[in-house]
C-alpha cells in the first residue's frame, strides 16, 4: 500500500464522498481543504498506481467559451483500496468507525 | 506658541503621509490586479515547461481550466505560484507513472545512434558521482547502448571519456531528466559498425522522449 498522509488521506476521502462522480483538479482540492498545488502530484501519482482514472470533459471549447476541464474518477481498485486506507487512517488517529466512510459497510 | 507650531505640523504631516501611503497602496493593489491575470498566465506556462515534454500539453490545459474557475485576479496569481512550486513534485510523479519508452524497444537487434540529451537538475553530489567535475550540461553527455543491453540500461558517455552505465529509471527516481531523440537502426553486431544518422531534426514520433 502506498505512503499515506494527510494530504493523500484527505483527497481519498474527498473522492469517497461520491466515489462515482468525476471531478476536476480544483474541486478536489476544495473538497479535501488542500492547496491548489498540492492536488495535482497526488493526482498524477494516484494515477500512475491505477487508482484514479482521469479523461477530457466531453465539450468544444469554443462552444464552452473555456478550456475543457480534466476530470478524475476513482477506478474500483482504488475505490476499495481508498476505502482500506481511509479505514487504517482511522484507526490510526483513534477514529474507529468504519461505517463513518461512505459505501464501506 | 513654538510647541503649538510644531505639534500642528506634526499633525499634519502625519495626515499628508498617511494620505500618500493611502495612495500608493492603491496604485500597487491596482497594479497588482492589472498585472495579476497575465503574471497567472506567466507562471502556469512557465510550470508547464518544468515538467517532461509529454505532460505539458495536458496539464497546461488542466491548469487554465482550473484558473478559469477562480474568481479574482490575486487568488488566480496565488493559484498559479501554488502550481509553479509543486511542478517539481508534479514531474516526478509523472515520470515515475511512465513507462519507459525505450523499455518497449527490441534492443537486442537495434542501437541507438546519435542521439542528443538533455540533462537537468543535477545536483553537485550526483555531479561527483556521474564523474563530472562540475554541474552537467547537455554538452557532457551522449547516450548510447551497452554491448550487453538489459531493458532501460542505458549507457552514458561523458565528453571527458568517462563511461557510466544506468538504469534510466533510477536516474529519474534521483531526479535527473534526461531526455533526447535519434535513431533506432539496424546494426550489425558482427561487423560492429554503427551506421551514421541521418536526422537533424528530431522525428515527429521519437521513441524515447521524457
Known sequence: ?105 | MTTNVLGLVAVLTGIITAWLVGIAINLVSEQISTMAPRWATISLHAAARRLPASARDRYAEEWAADLDVIDGPVARLWFACRVWISARSLRREWLRAQPSAIATLDLRRRRLVSVTVKVEDVDAAEAVLLGLGHRPTRFDLSVGQPDSPTVDRIQLDFTHGVTKTAVLNDLHSKGIEVWGWGELVPWDRATGVEPECSRAEPPDDWFFGR
Open chain 1, 1 to 105: 500500500m502506498p505512503r499515506s498522509s494527510f494530504a493523500r488521506t484527505a483527497l481519498l476521502a474527498a473522492f469517497l464522498e461520491d466515489p462515482t462522480e468525476p471531478a476536476y483538479g480544483l474541486d478536489l482540492a476544495k473538497r479535501a481543504d488542500l492547496a491548489s498545488g498540492t492536488i495535482y502530484p497526488l493526482l498524477a501519482r494516484m494515477e500512475g498506481d491505477g487508482w484514479v482514472t482521469s479523461e477530457w470533459e466531453d465539450t468544444d471549447p469554443v462552444d464552452a467559451g473555456r478550456p475543457r476541464r480534466r476530470y478524475y474518477r476513482l477506478t474500483p481498485d482504488g475505490a476499495r483500496a481508498a476505502r482500506a486506507e481511509l479505514t487504517a487512517a482511522q484507526r490510526r488517529i483513534g477514529m474507529v468507525n468504519p461505517n463513518a466512510i461512505g459505501g464501506l459497510a
